[in-house]
């Protein structure tokens, strides 16, 4: 395979030159200000509608706001590039503090704006809706009106996003700073290294025991070191969304999840009945997983441990270009935006110590650019999750035809644009192996990301949702967390493990999100309504693409429900639609016991 020489380093200065300190970002935070300030005093003059003929000056409202949204979401994802590529960026730091105070105060005047509009009398809402300017907003209109009904006043609202600054998003921020701090000494290779938290994750895949089980056990102690500080951390978070979910009177922690990812309760409860009654085919593979590592069971730092001795592993640009053949195979606008991606540098790969762990992709509306972040270190785990990055920007380059205020699309769809692309990718590997020891080894790769969904998102769903329980009666301390979590893994997997992960509450950022409650189920959702979606496009090859972005253009703009009987002709609501792609899924975890049995 020819080699492409891609940067691993992503490029900032296209949007703002000179990193934190940068001049242009500061006179663009400025500027966002002043608009802030303008778009406040129209809000302030602005009065409910009593006619069709105000449909204009709601449209000239929703106009001033999409471009304020898209300045202040600019800087703020610059600014958290910043913070994720160097954890010890202090100027990024406060940045971020400053950027959180001004998206609190833009939520207020957009909540403001809201409340006045949802006062609007039912019929002449109607008019409203079938205006010329408005008739493209209705979905996005209607929600703001049923949001606004179901929330407090506009003082109590307005306070609640005030108070948040420091009395919630700060937590979050916390958090980030607590675990940027965190190094691990260990020596790997013979080499004496002081890694990141992010760094020494990615020795979970590390082909030697004594590695994987040291990188754990070292991560464990660093966990264990400040648990009462992450406990501290989430008890304020949790202990701030029920304070505000009692005075809005919504009983169930899930109202809130369930509204800003469209789904309903009983789509939700179909998803998970179909996973817990098909367990046992993934309780199997890691049962044969422990025998393949010389084990009776498995232990929770050997899951990603390679089942051969000669894994597959790919360099930066190798895995690139393997990428980009297969999604080219798929359809050429796929290939050909994932190629501008690397020939212009929007990823962040190098392996490098300071770095946030995870991967994430993030959106810069203003320049319709995206920026990808992930530390690369060869394996195939960290060519899909490549992928799967570049599914969530694709995902972003597919709105752009559409207006700002439709693009605002929930997670669990988000996590299905990323997570097609990763099958894509995973798929095509599969079938590329020239032994069965790859194909073995490859195999797994897919099966691990169902047991990731099945099982580990499964245990963070359990847990959050007990934990929120016992937090409405009070703090919950950190040895109860561990309780927990461990409950909830035994749970999840099955019985399957023989050592588990305690202190996962700790490790796992997505607990400390505090712009997303329970981010966690709608990666599971993604996994699962994107395997129909790439069912569809096994059958009607490289014709499906145009569908596909048809489809990722309604994201935004219904419920799932509506979008899967639109796009797919199912009933998501219903167990046997989530039946059918847990079975695919068993398909792996069968062909893996089979060639794996050969193997051994």
Known sequence: MTKVGYSQVWDLDVFFAGGSESQELRAHLDASKEEINIVEEKVAKFHTPVSADDGKKVFELIEAIKDTAINLREAGAVIGCFLAANTKDKKALILQGEMGALSAKFANIQLRFKQTLAKTDAEVWQSLLETDELSQFTFILNEWREEVQMKLSEEEESLITALSVDGYQGWGQLYDQLVGDIEIQMTVNGEEKSLSVGQANNLSSNKNEEIRKEAFEKLTEAWKSKEDFFASALNHLAGFRLAVYDKRGWDSVLQ??????????????????????????????????????????????????????????????????????????????????????????????????????????????????????????????????????????????????????????????????????????????????????????????????????????????????????????????????????????????GGALNTVHPHFWASKLHFYITNTPFYNFPYTFGYLFSLSIYAKAL????????????????????????????????????VDFWEKGVALCVKDVEEFLKIASKEG
């Open 256 to 493: 809130e999840p369930l509204m800003r990812n469209r789904m309903s309760q009983e789509t939700l409860d179909a998803m998970w009945s179909a996973i817990s009654a098909n367990k046992e085919p993934f309780v199997s593979y890691l049962s044969a997983k422990a025998k393949m590592v010389g084990k009776e069971k498995i232990d929770w730092y050997d899951l990603d441990a390679p089942v051969t001795a000669s894994t597959k592993t790919m360099e930066y640009e190798e895995g690139a270009e393997f990428i980009l053949e297969q999604f080219g195979k798929f359809g050429p606008e796929l290939e050909a935006f994932s190629r501008k991606a690397f020939n212009e540098s929007w990823i962040e790969a190098e392996d490098r110590p300071n770095k946030r762990p995870g991967g994430f992709c993030t959106g810069m509306p203003k320049s319709e650019q995206s920026r990808i972040f992930m530390t690369y270190s060869g394996s195939m785990s960290n060519v899909a999750t490549l992928a799967h990055e570049l599914g969530h920007a694709f995902h972003s380059y597919a709105l752009r035809p559409v207006h700002y205020m439709n693009r605002q699309y929930a997670m669990g769809v988000a996590e299905t644009a990323s997570t097609f692309a990763e099958m894509i990718v995973a798929d095509a590997a599969v079938k590329a192996a020239e032994t069965n020891e790859e194909k073995v080894a490859l195999l797994e790769d897919k099966v691990q990301r169902s047991v990731a969904f099945f099982m580990n998102i499964h245990a963070r769903f359990l847990f959050e949702t007990r934990f929120y329980e016992e937090r409405k009666h009070g703090v919950v301390p950190a040895a109860r967390l561990n309780e927990l979590m461990e409950e909830a893994q035994r749970e999840a997997y």
């Open 539 to 574: 059958a009607e090859g490289e014709n499906f693409e145009q569908k596909y972005l048809s489809l990722l253009r309604d994201t935004a703009v219904m419920s799932v429900e509506d979008l899967a009987m639109k796009h797919l002709g199912e009933d998501i609501t219903k």
